[in-house]
């Protein structure tokens, strides 16, 4: 015959999930984005506009520049990508 104990139990973790996955938390609204302050879109020097999906984040560098063109962060390959389009004035 097996000890049983009724009641609490130290090892019981109560799991949550979102179920609902057409309104999600504040803090997955961008699942795609490491940092919510990137904006879906950012703009090589010609003006190409690119999207961020398109970018590995962890590539892209950490600390912003600013130049005559405007402000920037640099990726790993030397790339400049700006927050704003560089070219319109």
Not at 47 to 67: F, P, W
């Amino acid at each position: 015959m097996a000890f049983k104990m009724s009641g609490y139990s130290a090892f019981h973790k109560e799991t949550k999930y979102v179920d609902d996955k057409t309104n999600p938390p504040k803090e997955q609204e961008n699942p795609g984005h490491n940092n919510p302050d990137t904006p879906d879109f950012l703009y090589k020097a010609d003006g190409t506009k690119v999207s961020i999906a398109n970018i590995d984040e962890g590539e892209l560098g950490t600390t912003t520049h600013t130049d005559s063109k405007g402000k920037h962060a640099v990726y790993s390959d030397g790339t400049k990508y700006y927050f704003s389009n560089p070219t319109s004035e």
